[in-house]
Structure formats: structure tokens, C-alpha cells
């Protein structure tokens, strides 16, 4: 029997705090909107939130680019706010979990103003500065030939001192130096100041990134630039650095720690997560999120899902960290468009359906279950008309990349509007009055969801029926089945392009999850020892089992094995 623990026990409940609920009427999210809703949350039956960003921030990048880990943004409110939800959370049971980014500061960040300032600044070093290259022709270029993830090269020059610093993201990014042990030590003191104000733990913003391979050599091209990944992701040193900031900081207190994990594999994961590695806790697989992308160097125009090998994934991550490290479980969040519009179908006849079926086959798998901000309520992707429309600095990129590789204006835009991050950053649908009940204000920083006055969260709360009552019962009954947290999972009907079928077992317990991934009904005979079994949770309220079923579009259940 696995060691029990609150994080593998618990649910989590992400909040996107620019797009949550707006407070003083500007129309931006806030941290006083956030406590206004810890009872909802409550009523919802999730144990742990995690905020994104909070921290004072120049928002390139949407509070990834931190400018003091230890202020708040002025938009989102100050240190006194923060504390009054840190202690009304707490006061309700519920966990807080924060967003840590030290693979790269702001720009603006006195580290890196000091950085910048002269070769022999004390911090200079906090930074990775390499000197250029000339080309054939006698130009000055980048050290190497890596291109940053929201495009461009990854090197930016400095006028001022004659030299480039790194920055895998946007220029005003720039990458922290893990190698120095100043760098290293200053991240730990600031983690172990938010520990004894009262956190609960981290989640880490690409954590997989910050040791990076030291002779910094040319990357297989992937377009116009060179892929970074194999230098600069689970790079030489990772473990170390892990294992000595479990040691220094994690260690002292009662924490759950997450690690983004952008190019692990399941391997890696093992070395992550394993209990006697004293690293972390879990980490975010991708391999999962990223079926489909098969074009190099493009995110944006993705094959449609293919369900085998979707499920493949998902068991090599269910076996391959079975007793020796811990998953985490997730569809989307402020990095992915909205689930239903992904992985589901988001048209009106099977939205519902199909959003409590995705639900039912994540929250059953082993693991810890991450629930995004109107997730519980099957927010959809926006229908996005133009380019205007867009906040991310990826999407934005992202659109120019597409028509440089030969895409109309029209296919540009259609491909950006399925994949962008902005779906998920639209605010979040409370009522379906003014603004979604977000703001009192007139506007919103980003666009609402043209859908919010028949999504919302104050239609689904009188509605039995709807999918936020069924996050209630996947909730309740996961809190109350062991075998749910703990159970051996074995993937059935591997190669059946249209049900996803699976098994949990623990003990004297067995339990069968079906779902059918498609428009169409679908046959599934069903097991033997399940024929007489009892259906514990249902998404279309079915009642009666028959040895060949007939599922209906979208339709998904789990039935528990009868006692011998």
C-alpha cells in the first residue's frame, strides 16, 4: 500500500487570478475577487488552489516575467490582501499553492538591471551573458543558433556592456544562472519566506529548464532557429539543484510541489517524482497535450486526436509511475485551450456530454486531478474574429509564424483561435448578466466568451443536471475511494479507435470506466464479472447494465465490480 498523502488525496483547483473575478470594477482580476469566491469553491469540493502568478510583474507575459517575488501586482491588489485570503482559505480548509518562476526573472528586475549595468557588476553573473559570433560575411550573431519558445532568436544583444543574455522566452525574460550558487541560494530564502507566511507549496514554472548543458552548442534546426531542448531541458545538473532545494527549503515544511515539465519523459518523471529521490512531489507531463503536433516547429496545426495512441500515453504514464512516483492529472489550463473544445465537442448537442465525459475519465485515473477555472462548468473555446482580439504574446507570434510558413491571413487565424492560450484567459462566466458577473465594470482586459449567458456558473448551481453538479459527485466520490487514489489502473481495448476503457483495482475492489470519444452510438460488450456490478457515477443517469451495451454519444460510466 502506497504511503497516504493530502496531495494524492486532495483536488486541485487552478486560478487564472488576472481572469477570475474583478473586485473593484477595472475590469482585471484580483486577489479580493478570489476570497469573495473561496466559498464557492467550498460548495465545489476542492482542497488545494493553486494561483498563478501574483507577484509585482511588468506583464510581458502575463505575470511570468517577475519583477519582485516578494510584492504583489498592483492590479491584482497588496501583501495585506494576499494574507486576508491566505487565512480565509485556511479558515475554509483549503490549501494554497503558489506559482514559482525562477528559470527566468523580468528584465526588470533589480538582478538583472544590476546585471546589465557593467561586466564586473556583482550579479553580472546571476544572468547567462556569452559574447557573439561573427558569420561568413563578418556579422555579428548570437552565440548559438537557439530560437525562444514564443519565437525569435533566444539571445538578445545588450548596446551597453557588447555581450547577449539568454532568454528561452521573450527578451524581457531573461534566464537565471542555476550554476551559481548566489542565484541558487537567493531563490531558496525567497521560497523559504512565502513557506513561513503559511503556503501550502509550489508549482514550478518550467522547472525542467533551469540547468542548462554549459558549452551551449547549436540545436538541430527547427525552422529559422535551433531547437534548445536537448541542452537546455533535464539538463546536467537538474537533480542536483532539485535534491538541494528539497533539502534546504521544501523539506522544512508540509508542501506539495509540482514541477512544470516541458520534454520529460516518463523516465524522467520516475527520477522527479520517485519517493526516495527527494525532489518533488509530481510534475506535468505534456505528451499528452501535445498529440498531434507533428509538424516541427508549429503548434498550431495539429493532426485530429487520435484515440489510440492518446490512450497509449496515458497508460505508459498510469504503469510507468505505478509505486515509484505520482502523477498529475490534467485536460487543460492557462497554457491549453479549453478541454471540451479539444478533446471533447463543444457543439451545443454534446457539449454537455462530452465535457462530464472527459471529466468522468480523468478524475477516476490514479493520480492527483487538476480542475482549471470553468472547466467545472464546460467553458469553451471563444470564436475568436480577428487578431485584435488577442492578448497572449504566443498567439500574437504565433499568427506571424504561420503566414511567414505559407498560411492565409484566414488559415492563420483559424489555426491560433483553436490552440491559443487566450482561450483559456477569457474571464471566468459567473452569471449571465452584464460582463458574466466578472466585473461591475465596462470592460474586461480580454474579450468574455460570446457563450457566457448560457454558460455560467449561476445557471449550473440550480441545475442538477449540470456539468458543475457533476464535478460535485466525481469530487465527493473521489474523496471517498481509496481504490480511486490508490488502484493498479490496466488499460482494456487498446486498440479500439473510439472507447476509452479502463480498470482500477485495489484489494478485494475492481472498478471498469467506459467512454465512447465519439458522435456515434457504440457497442462494448461488457466483462463478465462486471455484468452484475453496480454503476457508480454515470453522466447520462444510466441505471441498467446489460451484458452488450449500447453507449450513447459521448456517454461514460463507472461501474463497480459486485462483491464475490
Known sequence: MEERKWWKEGIVYQIYPRSFMDSDGDGIGDLNGITSKLDYLKYLGIDIIWLCPIYKSPNYDNGYDISDYQAIMDEFGNMNDFNHLLKEAHARKLRIIMDLVVNHTSSEHE???????????????????????????????????????????????????????????????PDLNWENRQVRNAVYKMMTWWGNKGIDGFRMDVITMISKKQSLPDGEPKGKYGDFYPYSVNGPRIHEFLKEMNGKVISKFDWMTVGEGPGASVFDAQRYTGSDRHELNMIFGF??????????????????????????????????????????????????????????????????????????????????????????????????????????????????????????????LALVAKMSRDNAR???????????????????????????????????????????????????????????????????????????????????????????????????????????????????????LDKELELSPYEAMAIMKAKN
Open 426 to 544: 477569457t474571464p471566468m462566466q459567473w452569471t449571465d448578466g452584464k460582463q458574466a458577473g466578472f466585473t461591475t465594470g465596462d470592460k474586461t482586459w480580454i474579450g468574455i466568451n460570446e457563450n457566457w449567458e448560457k454558460i455560467n456558473v449561476k445557471q449550473q448551481l440550480s441545475d442538477p443536471s449540470s456539468i458543475l453538479q457533476f464535478y460535485r459527485l466525481l469530487i465527493n466520490f473521489r474523496h471517498n475511494s481509496r481504490l480511486v487514489c490508490y488502484g493498479k489502473f490496466t488499460l482494456l481495448e487498446k486498440e479500439d479507435r473510439n472507447l476509452f476503457v479502463y480498470t482500477r483495482e485495489l484489494e478485494e475492489e475492481k472498478m471498469l470506466v467506459i467512454a465512447n470519444f465519439t458522435n456515434q452510438k457504440q457497442p462494448y460488450g461488457l466483462p463478465d464479472e462486471f455484468v452484475d456490478g453496480r454503476i457508480m457515477i454515470s453522466n447520462m443517469d444510466r441505471i441498467k
Open 287 to 412: 505528451d499528452h497535450v501535445n498529440i498531434g503536433k507533428d509538424k516541427p516547429g508549429n503548434d498550431y496545426d495539429l493532426e485530429p486526436l487520435d484515440l489510440v495512441e492518446w490512450k497509449k500515453i496515458w497508460e505508459k504514464w498510469q504503469i510507468g509511475l505505478e509505486g515509484t512516483g505520482w502523477n498529475s492529472l490534467y485536460l487543460q489550463n492557462h497554457d491549453q485551450p479549453r478541454s471540451v473544445s479539444r478533446f471533447g465537442n463543444d457543439d451545443p448537442k454534446y457539449w454537455q456530454a462530452s465535457a462530464k465525459m472527459l471529466a468522468l475519465v480523468l478524475h477516476m485515473m490514479k493520480g492527483t486531478p487538476y480542475i482549471y477555472q470553468g472547466e467545472e462548468i464546460g467553458m469553451t473555446n471563444r470564436r475568436w474574429k480577428d487578431m485584435n482580439q488577442f492578448r497572449d504574446v504566443a498567439a500574437l507570434n504565433g499568427y506571424t509564424y504561420l503566414q511567414q510558413a505559407g498560411y492565409s491571413e484566414t488559415e492563420a
Open 111 to 173: 538582478w538583472f538591471i544590476e546585471s546589465k549595468s557593467s561586466k564586473d557588476n556583482d550579479k553580472r553573473d546571476f544572468y547567462i551573458w556569452r559574447d557573439g559570433k561573427e558569420d561568413a560575411d563578418g556579422n555579428r550573431v548570437p552565440p548559438n543558433n537557439w530560437g525562444s519558445e514564443f519565437g525569435g532568436p533566444a539571445w538578445q544583444y545588450d548596446q551597453q556592456t557588447g555581450q547577449y543574455y539568454l532568454h528561452l522566452f521573450t527578451p524581457q525574460q
